[in-house]
Nanobody
Framework: QVQLVESGGGLVQAGGSLRLSCAVSGSIFRISAIRAMAWYRQEPGKQRQLVATITRDGSTDYADSVKGRFTISRDNAKNTVYLQMNSLKPEDTAVYYC????????????WGQGTQVTVSS
């Protein structure tokens, strides 16, 4: 199994920054099978939205709503994935989830418990 633990959420004013972290732990065999990591977010009553992805070879992709403001990165030595969020807006308020994919395509196999990000206006 693989465990994902997010941290770094909180309350920030509009225009501010936060950095989310996702620590990956568990079976070395299963961790080595991870093809991509992703960050999602979900507002109350809305569907979960894909925010950013990073593949095993370092390729990244972002939702249009966060391009130029958010950066996904990883530290392989620490088994940690980050989401640097700058120029935050009230509409970025959501629970942010980290996810891991072991198969091609958008389906994630493992999920973290989520961390709340609240941006005040």
């Amino acid at each position: 199994q693989v465990q994902l633990v997010e941290s770094g959420g909180g309350l920030v004013q509009a225009g501010g920054s936060l950095r989310l972290s996702c620590a990956v732990s568990g079976s070395i065999f299963r961790i080595s099978a991870i093809r991509a990591m992703a960050w999602y977010r979900q507002e109350p009553g809305k569907q979960r939205q894909l925010v950013a992805t990073i593949t095993r070879d370092g390729s990244t992709d972002y939702a249009d709503s966060v391009k130029g403001r958010f950066t996904i990165s990883r530290d392989n030595a620490k088994n940690t994935v980050y989401l640097q969020m700058n120029s935050l807006k009230p509409e970025d308020t959501a629970v942010y989830y980290c996810a891991a994919r072991t198969k091609p395509g958008p389906t994630s196999d493992y999920w973290g418990q989520g961390t709340q990000v609240t941006v005040s206006s």
